[in-house]
């Protein structure tokens, strides 16, 4: 008996509905003569096709390039020896011929040829070098007007933001390659043990010969300046940001040298969870992470700790490692300043004694 009675349940499911009976969508405020749409068939959603997206993206990098590809150089280093050969590239930074490069490449030689984007070999020397950044400054010797490049915010970036790459890997001039931000805020040990701080992070493919050159924002804003690559490893590239460039060039630019303030730890930008911001009453999204202290620095000497999160110098945030940098300009040198830093869930403040930074 039950299984009759499911068998006839099914066969009414499946009888038509007489057509008296369906019921009948009217829209009263529309006039008669408009068009309606028939309530079963909902209107097609346009979906992006994979050539659209693509089309984008290359619009994005080709209009990045035309931007910025001028104003890249490549540089070869007139060395004493003429069998010692290098090649590193570089990008006009102000008027007159001033172009940025990397530390590296300037070491070692005195002068410089310059190859423009247009082909024109022109010569060069070194206005200012920075070994504490890998950052170095270029002026042309002749006359010679060059497209000047814009540094953007390289604070404003993001993971998974994308970047382009412009240089002459392998004396290849003019080559680009993409890819994404992995991290910012990095800190790496560079060729000579120097401690380079405040990197970008990226997996544009960066070789031999891009050292000096621009990373490049797909809005023509240069974020960063390619200085190192791990060796062996693919997808581990790193750039100076743009932030740190500005206040060398600017240094560089009036003293050919930079002065500056040491507290004599490695550290790294790092975001502050929201549980620990609204215990600690920080407001801001990111701080500074110690990662090692220097034993007898003057870090150490005020108590800072690995594992401390900076968030304040002298008053002002310091929501990266520009802006410790800033906080540690030559004014800072051996005058007492108070630091403002996390730990296990407190807010503490410390005063710490910046030293000059050695140089060399």
Known sequence: MLKARKYDTFARARRPVPARSREIIAFPELDAATPVLDAGTPPACPVPSDQGLLDAYSNAVVRAVETVGPSVVRIHPVMD??????????????????????????????????????????????????????????????????????????????????????????????????????????????????????????????????????????????????????????????????????????????????????????????PIPAALARATGVTQAYGVFVAQVDAGGPAAKAGVREGDLLVAAGGAPLTGLDDLLRALDHHSIDRPQAFTLIREGRLLTITITPRQRKRG
């Open 81 to 270: 020896d003429p069998r010692i050969r290098g090649v590193g590239s570089g990008f006009a930074v102000a008027p007159g011929g001033v172009i940025l490069t990397n530390s590296h490449v300037v070491q070692g030689a005195r002068r410089f040829v310059v190859v423009t984007a247009e082909g024109r070999s022109l010569t060069a020397r070194c206005a200012g070098d920075d070994p504490d950044t890998d950052l170095a400054l270029l002026r042309l010797d002749q006359e010679t007007p060059l497209p000047v490049a814009r540094l953007g915010d390289s604070k404003a970036l993001r993971r998974g933001q994308l970047v382009i790459a412009i240089g002459a890997p392998l004396g290849f001039e003019a080559t680009v390659t993409t890819g994404v931000v992995s991290a910012m805020g990095r800190s790496l040990r560079g060729e000579r043990g120097r401690l380079i701080e405040d990197l970008i992070q990226t997996d544009a493919a960066l070789n031999p010969g891009n050292s000096g050159g621009p990373l490049v924002a797909s809005n023509g804003e240069v974020v960063g300046v390619a200085t190192a690559v791990i060796a062996g490893y693919q997808g581990l590239c790193f750039a100076v940001a743009s932030n740190t460039a500005a206040l060398v060039i600017a240094e560089l630019l009036k003293h050919g040298h930079v002065r500056r303030g040491s507290i004599g730890l490695v550290a790294q930008q790092a």
